[in-house]
Every structure is written in structure tokens, then in C-alpha cells.
């Protein structure tokens, strides 16, 4: 009996350990959704999001080639890094919301990123614009829009919407992923990541910063605004300057490329 019993004690205690190992992915965090998992839900709510045309008005690629060639070169050009640990397993797709009120980027677990006209044409240069979609690869490659969801929605909620038994809810989370609001400790590792992503590129690497320090100088209340959290949470001065100090640990290009075919891209926009 004594033995029995020592052999359950050891069971419970190894058990977290057991649970951790497996459930840890490619970045060494924990996540209770498999990769696989990620995809099925990035391509359920793409689906969702592309059905829905009254809250999320995609550009339509078959009429705008100029605009989404720019946008997906400038995609492929950050997804070539080394770092971007889920590059093969994740679908890795680029959509054009036309608002040009709306001041934002958002992207769903496997890699589908959206970026609206609004922020498009407030950036000033293409560095900026890399920098932000590195900010929102980085979000699903660190696999924190899905932790963001269970958080928030509870894991017995996703897994019923990854098995596509529970329609409502994929709703829900497709209409409330533009606003999906993240820990401080995600915003700021994925600016890290965005540095990081750039470092392998010819863009300037801290160009995320440039859209913060624009946000930060901008007195035009009247234009698109961003969403609160994504203005204060971290505050822009902090973005800043973790952005810029983390370009000076990593040693990588901070001279501006700024292209004219950035606008190019903007006058390629409706």
C-alpha cells in the first residue's frame, strides 16, 4: 500500500512537467492548442472575415494587382527571415481592408494578416509598414493570437470551434479579433520580433518605431485614429525606445529605405 501510494505521489508530481513538455511549441511556450490547431482556426475565421463584407470590406486582389503586389512583396521580403520559426507550417496569407478610417493591422492564429487602407496611407515610408507587419507576423509565428484567444474565450470554446461545432462563437471571435487586445508582454515581444524579422532585410529594422514616433508628433485628432489599446498598451514613448534600443543590441540597419515605390503603392489604392 505504501508503495502504491508513493508511486501516486510521484504520478501528481511529475504530471505538470509531463503536461508542460507537451504542450510547449517551437518558441518554448506553452499553448493547448497544436499548430495545427492554429491553422484550422486562421482558416475558419479567414473564411469568416471574408463572408463578412459590411464589417470587414477586403479589397478585392483580381482588381487592385498593383496594391497587392506591393503589399505581398513586402510581405514575402520579411517572411524570408530565419527567425519566423513557423514559415512552412503556417499558410501565411496578406488581405487589404478598405477603411480608410480605421487606423489598425490585425492577423487570426496560422498567419492570416490584415492590414487596413487607413494605416496604410498614414505611414510615411514602406519602412514603417514593414515594421508594423513584422509586429503582426510576429503575433501569430509566436502563436500569441491563439494564447490571446484562450484567454480570453477559454480553451473548450476554441477546441469546439476548431472541430466546427460551435458556429456562433467562430462569429464572435472573427468579428473581436480587430480588437483583440494583447498582454504588455506580447506587444513588446513582438516589436522585438519585428526587429528581428527586419535585421534580414533591406528595411530599416526599427521601423516600427517610426509609425509610433508618428502617432506620438501627430496633433491630427480628426483623421483615423488607432484603437486605444494599441496607442497606450505599451505607450507609444515606450515603444520607441524598446524598438530602438533592441535595433542597437541586434546591431542591424537603421538607415531609412523609403522607396518612392511606397507611393506607388498608396496612389495604387482606392
Not at 1 to 13: F, G
Not at 100 to 115: R, S
Request: include cysteine; glycine fraction near 6%; proline fraction near 6%.
Amino acid at each position: 500500500m505504501k508503495t502504491m501510494n508513493l508511486e501516486r505521489k510521484l504520478i501528481w508530481a511529475i504530471l505538470p512537467f509531463c503536461i508542460f513538455a507537451l504542450s510547449c511549441d517551437k518558441n518554448n511556450k506553452v499553448n493547448f492548442l497544436s499548430v495545427a490547431d492554429d491553422v484550422k482556426l486562421g482558416r475558419d475565421v479567414d473564411e469568416q472575415i471574408r463572408n463578412t463584407p459590411a464589417e470587414y470590406p477586403i479589397l478585392p486582389k483580381a482588381d487592385y494587382p498593383i496594391a497587392y503586389g506591393h503589399m505581398e512583396r513586402i510581405f514575402n521580403d520579411i517572411l524570408v527571415s530565419d527567425k519566423v520559426v513557423y514559415k512552412t507550417e503556417f499558410p501565411w496569407e496578406v488581405k487589404i481592408i478598405q477603411r480608410d478610417d480605421v487606423l489598425n493591422a490585425f492577423c487570426t492564429p496560422g498567419g492570416f494578416v490584415y492590414v487596413y487602407t487607413g494605416l496604410i496611407k498614414y505611414l510615411d515610408s514602406e519602412d514603417h509598414l514593414a515594421g508594423i507587419m513584422g509586429h503582426e507576423i510576429a503575433h501569430a509565428d509566436l502563436r500569441h493570437t491563439s494564447r490571446q484567444l484562450t484567454q480570453t474565450y477559454g480553451y473548450d470554446i476554441l477546441i469546439k470551434v476548431v472541430l466546427g461545432n460551435d458556429a456562433n462563437s467562430l462569429v464572435t471571435i472573427a468579428s473581436g479579433l480587430k480588437d483583440l487586445t494583447y498582454s504588455r508582454s506580447f506587444e513588446s515581444e513582438s516589436d522585438a520580433k519585428s526587429v528581428e524579422y527586419l535585421s534580414g532585410t533591406n528595411y530599416q529594422c526599427n521601423g516600427a518605431a517610426g509609425f509610433f514616433e508618428k502617432l506620438e508628433a501627430d496633433p491630427n485628432t480628426s483623421g483615423p485614429r488607432p484603437p486605444q489599446w494599441l496607442s497606450t498598451h505599451p505607450s507609444p514613448e515606450n515603444r520607441i525606445r524598446d524598438i530602438n534600443t533592441k535595433a542597437q543590441t541586434v546591431g542591424c540597419n537603421t538607415t531609412p529605405l523609403n522607396p518612392m515605390s511606397y507611393q506607388e503603392f498608396k496612389n495604387s489604392l482606392p
